[in-house]
């Protein structure tokens, strides 16, 4: 009943910018906290940034003052902006929501399909 949409990986040049977007479709009432993961090859999952329903922010301290999370509501959508990327960023990036169902109002984890970001010359 919901899906979601990401977009906006690629390859890049170290130094180089890139804007990762999660939309969500489907039925909703709210969407409570939005992440992104990454998973490089040969290492665990870790999560990069997180931003809560009231605007709350957190990052890993690996992209802190790098990457920026932000979200827009009225399209059920978050953002995260990569500047200044290094060859140690290269993985596969995942959006993670609570969305709030509108059938029953429970919340349910839900994922993106993941995108790769590779950053190398």
């Known amino acids: 009943q919901v899906q979601l949409v990401e977009s906006g990986g690629g390859l890049v040049q170290p130094g180089g910018s890139l804007r990762l977007s999660c939309a969500a479709s489907?039925?909703?009432?709210?969407?409570?906290?939005m992440d992104w993961y990454r998973r490089a090859p040969g290492r665990e999952r870790e999560l990069v940034a997180g931003?809560?329903?009231?605007?709350?922010?957190n990052y890993a301290y690996s992209v802190k003052g790098r990457f920026t999370i932000s979200r827009d509501d009225a399209k059920n959508t978050v953002y995260l902006q990569m500047n200044s990327l290094k060859p140690e960023d290269t993985a596969v990036y995942y959006c993670?929501?609570?969305?709030?169902?509108?059938?029953?109002?429970?919340?349910?984890?839900?994922w993106g399909q993941g995108t790769q970001v590779t950053v190398s010359s």
């Open positions: 993670n929501l609570q969305v709030v169902a509108a059938w029953n109002r429970i919340s349910y984890d839900y």
């Open positions: 931003i809560t329903s009231g605007g709350r922010t």
């Open positions: 489907g039925s909703i009432f709210r969407i409570n906290d």
